[in-house]
């Protein structure tokens, strides 16, 4: 199975916060999309044709473990292969700005019990 974090116009649960190779910092709600292979391609091909420069994914259970990748429109790919979350019950922006930019970028998660956060690293 592959999770497709794809961006959406609406607010979602789930934010990321990524920053650039220039430094500038995004903010986008993210809706995860559980895909297999050939709808991955798909959606993958449609969210570049729509302008997107690149796509966040997760291949699950690989080897027993989860990868990360950061893929780019010319189908260069970075690999992220250890994540770690945790639990959050308020949000410190601080710490949050100091996430991003040690690390380039956070995922957070809205749940009933304040919010899990989600880092991938190399």
């Not at 780019?72 to 949050?96: A, V």
Request: charged share 30%; hydrophobic share 35%.
């Amino acid at each position: 199975m592959i999770k497709l974090y794809s961006i959406n116009k609406k607010k979602t649960e789930i934010l990321g916060l990524w920053r650039d190779e220039n430094g500038k910092i995004f903010r986008d709600n993210i809706e995860i999309k559980n895909l297999d292979y050939v709808q991955f391609l798909v959606e993958g091909n449609k969210l570049f044709l729509s302008g997107e420069k690149a796509i966040f994914y997760v291949l699950e259970n690989v080897y027993n473990k989860n990868y990360a990748y950061i893929e780019n429109e010319k189908g260069e790919r970075q690999t992220l292969r250890n994540c770690i979350t945790w639990q959050e019950k308020k949000l410190r922006p601080q710490f949050i700005k100091e996430l991003i930019l040690q690390h380039n970028g956070v995922t957070i998660f809205k749940n009933e019990n304040g919010y899990t956060l989600e880092l991938w690293k190399e």
